[in-house]
């Protein structure tokens, strides 16, 4: 079984930081270029969209609302994925999911929560 656990969200001031980490257990791994670890997040009456991916291949894309304020790193070796939020915004609020595609199958995490006030 493939399990991700989501950590390190939490409440915080506009302009501030944090970082969630993402561990993912239950499988060796995968070779496949297109297979990747990421970021997705879903604010109260949004639909869930797109933050960060980092595939095998070594690419990685952002949304365009964070570009140049989060970034996404990847520990291969321990199964763990890493978002780095910077300067955040209350636009920013929403439960931030963790998602990873292994031999091109979904798997995701339960959420955890992040607030940005004013």
């Known amino acids: 079984q493939v399990q991700l656990v989501e950590s390190g969200g939490g409440l915080v001031q506009a302009g501030g930081s944090l970082r969630l980490s993402c561990t993912s257990s239950?499988?060796?791994?995968?070779?496949?270029?297109?297979?990747?670890m990421g970021w997705y997040r879903q604010a109260p009456g949004k639909q869930r969209e797109l933050v960060a991916t980092?595939?095998?291949?070594?690419?990685?894309n952002y949304a365009e609302s964070v570009k140049g304020r989060f970034t996404i790193s990847r520990e291969s070796a321990k199964n763990t994925v890493y978002l780095q939020m910077n300067s955040l915004k209350p636009e920013d609020t929403a439960v931030y999911y963790c998602?990873?595609?292994?031999?091109?199958?979904?798997?995701w995490g339960q959420g955890t929560q992040v607030t940005v006030s004013s």
């Open positions: 998602k990873r595609v292994l031999w091109g199958k979904d798997y």
């Open positions: 239950g499988s060796s791994g995968s070779i496949l270029g297109n297979d990747y």
């Open positions: 980092i595939y095998n291949s070594g690419g990685v």
